[in-house]
C-alpha cells in the first residue's frame, strides 16, 4: 500500500549530485540535520534530501517496509505502530523531524540493541547515488535476497561519506505484546554482575540501564513470561517512558554542563580509570561518560579494555571519532575511493583523512 505525501525526487538529486562531480565541488549531505553534532565540521553545499520522500511499499504480512531517504522517521514509526510492529534497533531521532535516510546514515541504536541487533542487521537493500553519477540498487525487500547486502549495511553509520541512501528497505517485527520497566536498587559492579547471570537464563530483558544507583530493566515478550520475570527479580515498577528519554538524551544525567562522551566496550570489562559521571546503557557495553579529562587519557582508558570513545560534544576535539588502526584506515580509503572517487560526499565527516 502507499500512503501520502509521497514525493519522488531522485532524478533532482541526481542532476546536483552530477552538477558537483562536474565542478568537482564537495557536498553536505542533511535531511533535519538532527544529527550535525556527530563527526567533523562539513564545508560544502548543502544536498537536503528531504524533498525526497515517502513510504514506497509496505505490506504488513511480509515484516518489509521500504521508504524515500527524506520520509520522516517519525512518519515510518507510526504507520508500523498501527499495524502493532516496530523498529527493533530503536533508532533515536535527536528531533521530531530527523529523517530515515539521517537514521541509516547515523547507524545509532538504542536501549534494544544487545538483544535485537543494531540499525545495519535491519537494513535489507538501498538506493544509493554513488560518486560516479549513478543511482544504484543494491540488495533487495526480500530477506532471503542478500546481493548486494553488505553494501547496503555498509551505508550504515557511514555519515554520508559514500554516497546518498536515496532510499532503504528495513526488515520490522511485531511489537512485544507485554512490556513492563522495573528498577532495583544495587550498584553497578552488583549489576553487571547479574546481568551476566541472567544473560544465561531464559529472562525476556528488552533494555538495562544503571544510573549510579539503580539498575533499570525492560521487561517485554507474552503475558506469562513478562508477569514470572517481574515475579522472580521483584524491584519497583518503572515508567516505561524511561527508554525513550535515555535513547534521546533526555534524562536529567545529559544536562550536566560537561563534554559527553560514548563509551563502547565489552559489558564484562573492568572499571575505567576515568573521573566523571557515568550511565551504563545496552547492560554495560555502552557507556555515557561526562568528563573534562582529556580525549586522549580518556581514549587511552577505553583501549585498554578493548573498547573505543566517541565525543557527542560538538567542535570540542578534532577527531570526535575513535582514531582508525592503520589497517582500517587503509580499508576506509579504499572503500571512500571505490564509491566516492573524487571525495565529493561529506569530506572529512568521519576521519579527516577521508
Not at 57 to 84: F, K, M, N, W
Not at 218 to 236: K, M
Request: proline share 6%.
Amino acid at each position: 500500500m502507499n500512503h501520502g505525501k509521497d514525493v519522488d525526487d531522485s532524478a533532482a538529486l541526481l542532476e546536483q549530485v552530477n552538477q558537483a562531480l562536474h565542478a568537482a565541488t564537495p557536498l553536505r549531505i542533511q535531511g533535519a540535520n538532527s544529527k550535525a553534532f556527530l563527526g567533523r565540521i562539513v564545508a560544502g553545499e548543502i544536498l537536503d534530501t528531504r524533498t525526497h520522500r515517502g513510504i514506497v511499499h509496505y505490506d504488513p504480512t511480509e515484516l518489509v517496509i521500504t521508504a524515500r531517504c527524506g520520509t520522516p522517521l517519525a512518519e515510518l514509526l507510526a504507520v508500523l505502530d498501527a499495524s502493532q510492529q516496530m523498529l527493533p534497533c530503536e533508532p533515536p531521532a535527536f528531533a521530531d523531524d530527523a529523517t530515515v535516510g539521517g537514521m541509516v546514515a547515523s547507524g545509532l541504536s538504542g536501549p534494544r540493541r544487545p538483544w535485537s541487533g543494531a540499525v545495519r542487521d535491519f537494513v535489507l537493500g538501498t538506493r544509493i547515488i554513488t560518486g560516479h553519477g549513478k543511482h544504484l540498487r543494491f540488495g533487495g525487500e526480500v530477506m532471503k535476497n542478500v546481493a548486494g547486502y553488505d553494501l547496503s549495511r555498509l551505508m550504515a553509520g557511514s555519515y554520508g561519506a559514500l554516497g546518498v541512501i536515496t532510499e532503504v528497505s528495513l526488515k520490522v517485527l511485531p511489537r512485544p505484546r507485554q512490556c513492563l520497566s522495573i528498577s532495583l536498587e544495587m550498584d553497578s559492579e552488583r549489576a553487571l554482575q547479574r546481568l551476566v547471570e541472567w544473560s544465561q537464563q531464559p529472562l525476556p530483558i528488552s533494555a538495562a540501564c544503571h544510573d549510579g544507583q539503580r539498575l533499570h530493566l525492560r521487561l517485554e515478550g507474552g503475558d506469562g513470561s513478562v508477569g514470572a520475570a517481574r515475579d522472580r527479580l521483584g524491584g519497583e515498577i518503572l515508567d516505561g517512558s524511561y527508554w525513550a528519554d535515555l535513547n534521546e538524551q533526555r534524562l536529567a544525567f545529559f544536562d550536566e554542563d560537561m563534554p559527553l562522551w560514548r563509551l563502547s566496550v565489552p559489558n564484562n570489562a573492568s572499571p575505567l580509570d576515568v573521573n566523571g559521571t557515568r550511565l551504563l546503557d545496552w547492560g554495560g557495553a555502552q557507556q555515557w561518560l561526562k568528563s573534562g579529562e582529556e580525549a586522549a587519557l580518556i581514549r587511552q582508558a577505553v583501549s585498554k579494555v578493548g573498547g573505543h570513545a566517541t565525543c557527542y560534544s560538538h567542535g570540542l576535539i578534532d577527531a570526535p571519532f575513535h582514531p582508525l588502526s592503520p589497517a582500517l584506515l587503509h580499508y576506509h580509503r579504499r572503500l571512500k575511493q571505490q564509491l566516492d572517487p573524487q571525495g565529493i560526499f561529506n569530506p572529512g565527516r568521519l576521519y579527516a583523512e577521508l
